[in-house]
């Protein structure tokens, strides 16, 4: 079973900061996905990654397959960003679901 | 725009009670999946299905059961409910086929057992 380690835990920052959030994972997988959770709990996703790097508006998320890890960086962040940021790895191909990290919650202070 | 819609917002039962919480998709997918997500804990897999009428048990599917009868729904049903299945359920869908990877989640059912 693969193992999803998050960090930081809990991240406060200064409006117009640069934020990154790691993610390791233990286990070869075929995807890693970030996703974003804002209170009130309906999750939203933010980008689905095999390979690479991938850019939209503000967010960038990269992955290293051979070192299992993933960053997701935010580039001018603002108190509208703030939410917890979940990773979640997904296995080869099939239908199993993910598995999750416990997240990161992003405090953006104005 | 395409949805995963689950049925309640906020739910509250009582200890013992038969709980059914319901998920429909609209975006034809093959592949759903229920989680719950608790403090400290994060989302796990309680059931997942790949078609109609089939389905899977995730890391934690002790204390439910669900249903596929249609491709667009997917019900978690809990038979017995208990204080310990106070959490929030969120629902899934993804696409079929090995290189179908997007996920939709619905806006979770906040449940509290009495």
């Known amino acids: 079973k693969n193992e999803v380690e998050q960090s930081p835990q809990n991240l406060t920052a200064q409006e117009g900061e640069f934020i990154t959030i790691n993610c390791s994972y233990s286990?070869?997988?075929?995807?890693l996905h970030w996703l974003q959770q804002h209170p009130g709990g309906g999750i939203v996703s933010l980008f689905m990654l095999s390979s690479g790097k991938k850019k939209h508006g503000r967010l960038i998320a990269t992955i290293n397959i051979q070192e299992k890890h993933s960053s997701l960086h935010i580039t001018a962040s603002h108190p509208r960003d703030s939410a917890v940021y979940i990773c979640?790895?997904?296995?080869?191909?099939?239908?199993?679901?993910?598995?999750f990290g416990k997240g990161t919650h992003l405090i953006i202070q104005p | 725009d395409v949805k995963v819609t689950q049925s309640s917002r906020y739910l509250v039962k009582r200890t013992g009670e038969k709980v059914f919480l319901e998920c429909v998709q609209d975006?034809?997918?093959?592949?759903m999946f229920w989680y719950r997500q608790d403090p400290g804990l994060g989302l796990r897999l309680i059931y997942f299905s790949y078609d109609v009428k089939m389905k899977e048990k995730g890391d934690i599917p002790e204390g439910y059961s669900v249903s596929r009868e249609k491709k667009e729904r997917f019900s978690l049903i809990l038979e017995s409910a208990s204080t310990n299945q106070t959490s929030m359920y969120l629902c899934a869908s993804s696409p079929g086929g090995v290189k179908s990877y997007g996920y939709t989640f619905g806006s979770g059912t906040r449940l509290t057992v009495v």
């Open positions: 286990v070869g997988i075929s995807a």
């Open positions: 975006m034809d997918h093959e592949n």
């Open positions: 979640a790895v997904r296995p080869g191909g099939g239908a199993d679901g993910l598995t």
